[in-house]
């Protein structure tokens, strides 16, 4: 689950992190009065979605030379001005694909004087199983870019869970940042804060770029990005409410209320599967034949019926789609059930473009008896290369 920067900053801020202040607004009209209530003179008016390159970004409505989704204002006026032009309009960035996002919130936020911009970043550095800091002077860029032109210039410092981070992880986070004085002692908190709300409202990635060195030498949390681990959400209340679905697909909502693997895909063929390997190589080998996969679906291995028929629901309100591959290996996952819940959808929601269904394992001689018996516009195929064969010649007829 991600939140807003705004939400992330607040977050941060209840633990004692330096963040500059700000006032989110969700109306244009609300610029001036969240302006006034700022130090200023110099106000940065942030798009919040839930993509990150929004300073390059480009709104669709506007003319190519116009500002991106990130900006500086110099007075009231100008704030009020930005804001009115960026409300309700589109923002494309890198991350968000050709189709953007609508700019629904903003954060109208304190200038700050930049001496210095760091990348700051926690995650859990799977090869030593450890929460782990990643930073590096290369701050305010696409840290990507700097992974692969200067991997040297990216410095990861893993924490030991018993300990906590200590003074020795403060200074190698600190050396490798190049602090000194009075950002130098800032450091010995802000990092041990990262830390600790990392851990304690179990965070997937928390992202500050930049981290920035204020002209006066202090550390100031300039940029933040937060993901949290949907497992975990149970045990935090108060993170589920800073959830904004007009950031998410609605498709994918939806299948989180039924608790299936969904991700949407820009391609053309829907896919359920159960496995997350199977539904790997089920998009594969739609990409081996010349099509694309229309999303991720894995149903699990221990559904019933009526989530069967919630996936293939799902699946077939995307308009993108124009045939389906079912792919079913049946362990604990009876074939007989996935049958009878692709019926029920199918008879529920009617069948518009070409079905493909592939069982194999336990109660498969039953599954194919339900599918044949049902009457309906179902091709049978033997494996997974013929599924995917009678799919794409299918869409391709």
């Known amino acids: 689950m991600n939140i807003h920067e705004y939400q992330a900053k607040a977050l941060l801020k209840s633990y004692g992190a330096p963040v500059a202040e700000g006032v989110a607004i969700f109306s244009a009209e609300e610029a001036e009065a969240a302006a006034k ?44 001005s930005h804001a009115k032009e960026m409300f309700g309009n589109t923002l494309v960035t890198a991350q968000t694909g050709e189709a953007g996002k609508q700019v629904n919130r903003l954060y109208i936020e304190d200038g700050a004087d930049i001496a210095r911009e760091l990348y ?36 990861t410092i893993a924490i030991d869970p018993e300990t906590g981070v200590t003074a020795a992880d403060v200074a190698a986070i600190s050396k490798a940042l190049e602090l000194s004085g009075a950002a130098a002692e800032d450091a010995k908190s802000l990092f ?77 063929i829907g896919c359920m599967v159960n496995g997350a390997g199977l539904a790997m190589a089920t998009m594969d080998i739609i990409k081996l034949y010349g099509k694309e996969p229309a999303n991720f679906c894995d149903v699990g291995g ?43 959808a199918v008879q529920e929601v009617g069948l518009k473009v070409p079905l493909v269904v592939r069982l194999e394992g336990t109660n498969v001689e039953l599954g194919k008896k339900i599918l044949n018996e049902s009457g309906l516009a179902i091709t049978a195929a033997d494996d997974l290369d013929d599924a995917a064969k009678k799919i794409v010649a299918a869409i391709n007829a």
Request: aromatic share 6%.
């Open 120 to 155: 700051c970043s926690l995650l859990v550095d799977r090869s030593v199983g450890r929460v782990a800091f990643v930073v590096s002077t290369e701050g305010g860029m696409d840290i990507e870019a700097v992974a692969h032109d200067t991997p040297e210039k990216i410095h």
């Open 302 to 344: 221990g559904a019933g019926k009526e989530k069967v028929a919630a996936a293939f629901k799902i699946i077939t309100a995307d308009p993108k789609v124009e045939g389906i591959l079912v792919n079913i290996f049946g362990g604990i996952m009876k074939c007989d059930v996935i049958a009878e819940g692709v019926v029920a």
């Open 37 to 80: 209530q700022l130090p200023g003179p110099l106000y940065v008016v942030k798009s919040q979605i839930h993509a990150g390159g929004r300073g390059k970004g480009k709104f669709k409505e506007l003319p190519p030379e116009a500002k991106g989704g990130v900006r500086l204002a110099f007075s009231i006026d100008e704030a009020k």
């Open 192 to 268: 041990p804060i990262l830390y600790k709300a990392f851990t304690e409202k179990d965070m997937a990635l928390l992202e500050i770029n930049p981290l920035i060195v204020m002209k006066s030498d202090n550390l100031r949390v300039l940029d933040a990005k937060v993901s949290f681990d949907g497992n975990a959400m149970f045990r935090h209340d108060d993170v589920k409410a800073l959830r904004d679905e007009t950031e998410e697909d609605a498709k994918e909502i939806e299948a989180s209320k039924w608790d299936l693997a969904y991700v949407a895909l820009d391609g053309n």
